[in-house]
């Protein structure tokens, strides 16, 4: 079945130290972005990719690195510059570009705990 | 910038109670408008969409109409059940990319 896989579900990192979260789709999706979800908030947007070896940095980028290699895969490394890193993340891809006649696909989230 | 606005929650209901949770945007132009739920511990799913003013979208008996002239997209169900408990966001295309609201607990009691 063709979907969006995230792993893992939990992760527990120490301070000062890197993560990175996997991302990966087999829906043959241009698009893919990641979302960060804190308690009571909406999703606000970390990066985004439209495109194999691009990316744009969305609205919470510092902190955070991603790589966009692979059709497939949009890793997302959460680093130690980020202040405030626990909370879910969500990653998405999307058909095209445009979001009008198609929809975004969501993983089921890698909820990060810094210890 | 665009922007979604959604009622605070959670919005507690009793079973077969009728359902409106209210979204509005800013937006410039005509952006498509997205209900999106989330059940515990997982991730988003596309609930419904509207592609253009006074599109209906609708999916498992919910319903949200494009209404540009209040800037409105409210979710509407005339009969919930337990296993509608969920959190709703509503969403706007905006560039590329979607700008999702805070998002509505909604509690259904049996």
């Known amino acids: 079945d063709g979907g969006i896989t995230q792993s893992p579900k939990y992760l527990f990192r120490k301070e000062g130290q890197n993560v990175t979260l996997s991302c990966e789709q087999n829906?043959?999706?241009?698009?893919m972005y990641w979302y960060r979800q804190d308690p009571g908030q909406g999703l606000r947007l970390i990066y985004y990719?439209?495109?194999?070896?691009?990316?744009q940095k969305g609205d919470i980028a510092e902190g955070y690195s991603v790589s966009r290699e692979k059709k497939e895969s949009f890793p997302l490394t959460v680093t130690s510059a980020q202040k405030n890193p626990t909370a879910f993340y969500l990653c998405?891809?999307?058909?095209?570009?445009?979001?009008?006649?198609?929809?975004?696909?969501f993983g089921q989230g890698t909820r990060l705990t810094v210890v | 910038g665009n922007s979604v606005t959604q009622m605070e929650g959670p919005v507690t209901l009793s079973e077969e109670a009728f359902l409106t949770i209210n979204c509005t945007y800013t937006a410039t132009g005509y952006p498509s408008l997205f209900w999106y739920v989330q059940y515990p511990g997982e991730g988003l799913q596309l609930l419904l969409k509207?592609?253009?003013?006074?599109d209906k979208g609708s999916n498992k008996g919910f319903e949200a109409t494009y209404r540009k002239e209040t800037t409105s997209f409210h979710l509407e169900k005339g009969s919930v059940q337990v296993s509608d408990s969920a959190v709703y966001f509503c969403?706007?295309?905006?560039?590329?990319?979607?700008?999702f609201g805070s998002g509505t607990r909604l509690l259904v009691r049996p």
């Open positions: 969403a706007l295309d905006s560039s590329y990319k979607l700008i």
């Open positions: 509207a592609t253009k003013a006074d």
């Open positions: 998405a891809s999307s058909k095209r570009q445009a979001w009008e006649n198609t929809e975004a696909f």
């Open positions: 829906l043959n999706h241009d698009a």
């Open positions: 990719s439209q495109i194999v070896n691009d990316f």
